[in-house]
């Protein structure tokens, strides 16, 4: 296993730094990974990826690029790194949240799932030896087992159900991996704990996966319509069940107060489309909270979006530019937003180790905290 944690604070809770070992690089812990769902990150540049925002890793979207522009063009290409000249790790996502929430006409059995495409309507299947053939022709350097996602209000039954299908999904995606690679070049396959709002559900998920073996285990099924109290109690509650010498990866969330908490949980893995999708929409994150670009207030506002940060953006541009930028529907106005809100959560993962390592997490956590929610207007 090509996985390590390197130093634990036990004073705040559990929260840990470690590093993770990858064909494409080495990736340090906790991190955050910005969302590149067809094959970019939205309106950047892999070189900014790499040289502003300074991101390790990212991830892609299997249900879409399946789609488009087809695994055939990717694997011609030489994988999805080489398609986007992206020079590092990639994470992808198995595409059953996709399937779940986007897709038409699912008709679902214990082989996988039959579904017509958002896009035109065609049918197709995806069970977990398709999820995993396609990752494999894309080179994911992290790739994720097939899992059935249900909403948060979903019935007891339901989602013992979904857990049942997702444990069975999970052993046949783990046959289908050690097959396409057969030669362990390092990659990685994750599971993916479900059981929704029932403690014994997500339990009882947690302990199958681990029988099955996998270097890696995500936290699924949250941040899919419950309250964020719920969310950030079932994570908890999950994290006690999953083992401390290999990464916990929580899917799909979430605001920078959320993510210090989870840190604090004992978990080193992170995505969200929220500070790219926030920032096409004129919201920038800042140390001291969220701002709406197009304020009226910022017309005559010269300063950077935030003096604390070491963004590009706010150190060469101000407040009153980018909002003039949003207010003439100059695409740049979001290109700028985007580079900023990832690069503030970037560092806000990097501050996170620098604290943990220094043993101060438990005092830093809170008070960024709390300067962050006073400034939320």
């Known amino acids: 296993m090509n996985t390590s944690i390197t130093d634990e604070d036990k004073s705040f809770n559990k929260a840990r730094v470690g590093n993770v070992l990858l064909p494409s690089g080495e990736i340090s812990t906790p991190v955050f990974m910005p969302v590149g769902t067809q094959a970019t990150v939205k309106g950047i540049i892999p070189r ?24 055939e ?3 011609e290409a030489g994988g999805l790194a080489s398609f986007m000249n992206w020079n590092g790790p990639i994470l992808t996502d198995s595409g059953g949240f996709q399937v779940f929430s986007l897709a038409k006409l699912r008709k679902l059995n214990n082989e996988g799932v039959f579904f017509h495409s958002h ?9 977990p030896k398709e999820a995993i053939r396609i990752q494999d022709s ?10 059935e996602c249900p909403p948060a209000d979903a019935s007891k ?4 159900k979904a857990v049942d299908r997702s444990s069975s999904w999970a052993k046949s995606c783990s046959a289908e991996w050690s097959q396409t690679n057969a030669l362990d070049d390092g990659r990685k396959l994750f599971g993916i704990v479900q059981g929704g709002r029932f403690p014994e559900l997500r339990k009882r998920s947690a302990e199958e996966l681990q029988e099955i073996g996998f270097p890696g285990y995500a936290i699924g099924g949250v941040s899919v319509g419950e309250s964020e109290e719920e969310m950030l109690k079932q994570v908890c509650f999950t994290e006690q069940f999953l083992p401390k010498n290999k990464p916990r990866y929580v899917m799909g969330v979430g605001t920078p107060t959320q993510l210090l908490k989870m840190i604090g949980y004992g978990i080193d893995m992170f995505d969200c489309v929220l500070p790219s ?14 701002i709406n670009i197009r304020n009226e207030k910022f017309r005559l506002d010269f300063s950077p979006l935030d003096k604390e940060t070491d963004c590009f953006v706010s150190q060469n541009f101000s407040r009153a530019y980018i909002r003039h930028l949003f207010m003439t529907k100059e695409s740049l106005g979001g290109v700028l937003l985007t580079l900023h809100n990832l690069r ?6 990097e501050e996170a180790r620098e604290q943990i390592q220094l043993g101060k997490y438990s005092e830093w956590a809170p008070s960024w905290i709390k300067n962050y929610n006073s400034g939320i207007k």
């Open 48 to 71: 900014d990826l790499k040289d502003v925002i300074k991101a390790s890793i990212i991830l892609g979207n299997t249900y879409h690029l399946n789609l488009r522009p087809g695994v």
């Open 73 to 75: 063009v990717i694997r």
């Open 119 to 127: 896009i035109d309507g065609s049918e197709i299947f995806l069970g």
């Open 138 to 147: 894309l080179s994911s350097d992290i790739a994720m087992c097939l899992d």
């Open 157 to 160: 039954i339901e989602i013992a």
């Open 277 to 290: 999708r926030a920032a096409r929409h004129g919201t920038a994150y800042t140390s001291s909270g969220k």
């Open 344 to 349: 503030f959560y970037v560092k806000l993962m």
